[in-house]
């Protein structure tokens, strides 16, 4: 079994030994989509660092913070099915990755990620992309890893990330691994656990419907399709939308409804829905031709 370290200290002694690293990071309560970062990483040359940290900047209120599922134990045997001993799993506590932030929380350091933190996810979880950015940074400098896989589920974090490393130089190679999902299409998250027998039946019609756009729009070649009508659509159904918004692949422009979509290469659907209590997020990459 890999062995858990629980300081930077530790893991930076670990990481002196190494030649190449590959990072996986994770906030924890492990699944098989989780797993299959893993194996994809197992596939680079280099020891590979999973690490489990559940990061408080990132969640908009303190209530959510402390209510998200802490399952170390499980976590740890998951990973004991792919990892060996010559991988880490990195388990550090908030003062270790924090160590100043509630004696001055007045000037706390954060990463101003821009207008790309304000769209989509951003518009509705305030300060969401600057935590996620400000801890995969602490991360990289803890780790200092060649490659860093992220699950293309999570679209736009995907993005933020490869656009931190850009503007800052950090010589990580980024990785978007593809979506894991059920039979059902829906796609594998820690929030699905949380859906009830009903709200697992209809949610796959999320992701359906991201499908079915695309299908249209790859018909049809040259114009946006009716994002309004299957918004409608999902809301008569119980599925509330949060956003369904089209973009092209670097999520440099938006797309409205009826726009033209000739002189762009690539496109992606990107959605968030709530069920009664869990909010799901997805994403459908596809080209015109």
């Not at 200290?9 to 309560?29: C, E, F, H, I, Y």
């Not at 995969?136 to 890893?145: A, E, G, Q, R």
Request: proline fraction near 3%; aromatic fraction near 8%; glycine fraction near 6%.
């Amino acid at each position: 079994m890999a062995e858990v370290l629980r300081s930077c200290a530790l893991l930076r002694a670990w990481r002196d030994k190494q030649k190449s690293v590959v990072l996986v990071p994770t906030m924890g309560n492990l699944h098989q989509g989780h797993l299959s970062l893993c194996q994809q990483a197992k596939k680079y040359s280099g020891n590979l660092v999973v690490s489990i940290f559940v990061n408080p900047t990132q969640f908009e209120r303190s209530d959510q913070y402390r209510s998200y599922p802490r399952t170390l134990d499980a976590d740890l045997a998951l990973l004991s099915t792919v990892l060996d001993e010559t991988d880490v799993v990195f388990v550090p506590d908030e003062k270790e990755m924090y160590p100043h932030s509630k004696e001055i929380e007045s000037q706390k350091i954060e990463i101003n990620v821009g207008g790309i933190g304000q769209v989509l996810e951003g518009a509705f979880r305030a300060g969401h992309f600057s935590g996620v950015a400000t801890i995969i940074l602490k991360l990289f400098h803890v780790v200092s890893p060649h490659r860093a896989l992220f699950g293309k589920k999570d679209y736009q974090q995907l993005r933020v990330i490869e656009r931190l490393c850009a503007e800052l130089l950090i010589p990580v190679t980024i990785v978007g691994a593809e979506t894991v999902r059920a039979e059902s299409g829906l796609a594998l998250s820690s929030r699905n656990q949380f859906l009830s027998e009903q709200e697992s039946s209809i949610a796959p019609l999320f992701y359906a419907t991201l499908k079915k756009l695309a299908n249209v729009m790859q018909q049809d070649g040259d114009k946006a399709s009716t994002i309004a009508e299957s918004i409608k659509s999902l809301n008569a159904k119980n599925i509330s939308v949060d956003y369904l918004e089209l973009w092209d692949q670097q999520l440099m422009r938006r797309f409205d409804d009826g726009d033209s979509l000739a002189g762009t290469n690539g496109f992606v659907l990107l959605g968030a829905c709530r069920m009664e209590k869990v909010r799901l997020l997805d994403a459908y990459e596809f080209n015109l031709h």
